[in-house]
């Protein structure tokens, strides 16, 4: 079977320490090269990965006629970018969450992408594709909790060091870009639909400028869903969604391990049943799913659209916590 051939732009560490050697392992696919804005630094990530090809410019990986796809985990500002550059050099894209920086910026990559209908375009939301989340999807949509009406969702972590990215405000840099955007997408995605409004408070690092604490909630036609996220507690995670007659707990929504099995937790009555979900490694099944649609010509699992939609929930949170209000959330 003919494999995917992929590019990396960038050396970030997410790319150099998970994703890429996950990738590596999958069945359909092979990361043929990879560049940076130092022919230096490609070089070094490409000995230590066993990449054949090392750039120094984006520009060039994306002039090579056998490169199929590429993978992008620049920044956050230089998302859309560089996702332009690779569809307009004939190069499908899966490029590391947010896509963009709000709504605006991913509408304009989701309007040219469609200029090119036969390149793929994903953001890179790899807790999707886990089989823990879609079972869990599956006991929603059967019943087995009735109808949801409240989903809470919690992540954080601690990191206020000035020089990493995600501390950076004019690059994209905080919380909510960075985390908080998961637990909107659950909600979303369990909900099976999209907020009417929505309504949170920011807090911002005084030094860094970034926010740190953002707690928010948003209203569903079927329920509603609160969340917490912050870059400046401790490591937490977890997901709990809550029927008419049951609850699933999700300890690790997000960032399961890749080599323990994970758990679903339904609690009916004074029943509660443990759903053991053996270890995969989330980005070995993305790209995996990612090459296929490639190689099938067949849709995405999440397509732009839904990127979109999640940026604008963004977008309204930072405006609610500008005004104290809520916000409508545009269906357009």
């Excluded at 955007?181 to 409004?197: A, H, Q, T, V």
Aim: aromatic share 8%; net charge neutral; with cysteine.
């Amino acid at each position: 079977m003919r494999k995917v051939s992929w590019g990396v732009l960038s050396t970030a560490n997410i790319g150099i320490e998970k994703v890429i050697p996950a990738m590596q392992q999958g069945k359909n696919l092979e990361i043929s090269a990879i560049a940076s804005r130092s022919l230096e630094s490609a070089q070094r990530a490409a000995k230590k990965l066993g990449i054949p090809q090392a750039y120094g410019s984006y520009e060039e990986l994306l002039g090579r006629k056998d490169i199929d796809a590429v993978y992008i985990p620049l920044p956050n500002h230089l998302h859309v970018e560089w996702a332009m550059k690779a569809l307009q050099a004939g190069k499908h894209v899966l490029c590391e969450k947010p896509i963009a920086m709000n709504a605006k910026d991913a509408d304009v990559l989701l309007q040219e992408s469609r200029k090119y209908p036969k390149l793929k375009v994903m953001e890179a939301f790899m807790y999707r594709v886990h089989p823990q989340t879609l079972a869990a999807r599956e006991m929603i949509k059967g019943g087995a909790i009735g109808a949801v009406r409240n989903i809470h969702t919690m992540f954080s972590y601690y990191n206020d060091n000035p020089k990493d990215i995600r501390n950076q405000s004019g690059i994209g840099g905080g919380g909510l870009l960075d985390i908080g955007c998961y637990c909107i997408s659950l909600s979303r995605y369990f909900f099976d639909s999209e907020p009417k409004r929505v309504c949170g408070t920011v807090e911002y690092d005084p030094v860094l400028k970034t926010d740190r604490l953002v707690s928010a909630a948003m209203e569903f036609a079927g329920g509603s869903s609160t969340f917490s996220c912050s870059t400046q507690m401790a490591n937490h995670q977890y997901a709990k969604i809550i029927g008419t007659r049951g609850i699933i707990d999700l300890p690790a929504p997000f960032t399961p391990s890749p080599y323990q099995p994970s758990k679903i937790v339904c609690l009916t009555g004074s029943t509660r049943e443990e759903i053991t979900i053996e270890p995969c490694n989330h980005y070995t099944v993305q790209g995996d799913l990612f090459s296929n649609a490639i190689l099938n010509d067949s849709p995405v699992s999440t397509p732009l659209e839904d990127s979109v939609a999640n940026l604008k929930v963004i977008d309204g949170i930072f405006e609610s916590s500008r005004t104290g209000a809520w916000v409508n959330i545009s269906r357009g």
